[in-house]
């Protein structure tokens, strides 16, 4: 939806302690990186299809691209956000990248949330390079945390949520939400 939408190919996500679980399907398996036997046979032809940059989550439990560990929570927000902003200037052109797409709480590294500033900081970039920000509310949405989003704790308006799992109460149902906008496109 949204490489039709901007007609730009790249997209980044993000991992955390170098877990990052987007699904099984054949799409999804082009962004997990928490097992390697999930994308086995597949991810040749993903990357054909897409170039999924990954940035740090802020995982305050493992600080492992910060030099000071114990560092408190502005300095890993800050060491995350330029994380994202390096992506923009070594590997990826602004220009061909459409979306950052993150997950409101870390959920295969312990349904670990990352501090609010950080998702409000993705939220100034997005629109500072003009992409869309995507969450992903597959696993945290439908009040699983305890707000009907988990995004809602931040106060961040994202561009587009996908919603799963408890939606449906078990059922395999899904939705994409988007702003008018966009989808009117």
Not at 71 to 86: F, G, H, K, N, W
Not at 114 to 137: A, M, S, Y
Request: aromatic residues 10%; glycine residues 8%; contains cysteine.
């Amino acid at each position: 939806m949204v490489r039709s939408i901007t007609r730009k190919q790249n997209i980044t996500m993000h991992h955390g302690a170098l877990i990052l679980y987007s699904g099984r399907t054949f799409g999804a398996m082009a962004a997990t990186e928490s097992k390697i036997i999930y994308a086995h046979g597949f991810l040749p032809l993903m990357v054909v299809l897409a170039r999924v940059l990954t940035a740090p989550f802020p995982f305050p439990y493992w600080h492992y691209f910060i030099d000071t560990p114990g560092a408190d929570e502005s300095e890993l927000v800050c060491a995350s956000l330029y994380q994202v902003e390096l992506l923009f200037s070594q590997q990826t052109a602004r220009m061909d990248t459409t979306a950052i797409i993150i997950n409101p709480v870390l959920s295969e590294g312990g349904h670990v949330p990352p501090p609010p500033t950080f998702l409000q900081g993705l939220r100034v970039i997005c629109n500072k390079h003009g992409l869309l920000l995507i969450i992903d509310e597959a696993q945290s949405g439908s009040g699983r945390m305890g707000q009907v989003f988990c995004i809602e704790y931040s106060e961040v308006k994202p561009d587009i949520m996908v919603i799963a799992k408890g939606l449906a109460n078990g059922f395999p149902f899904s939705s994409v939400v988007s702003k008018k906008e966009l989808a009117d496109k």
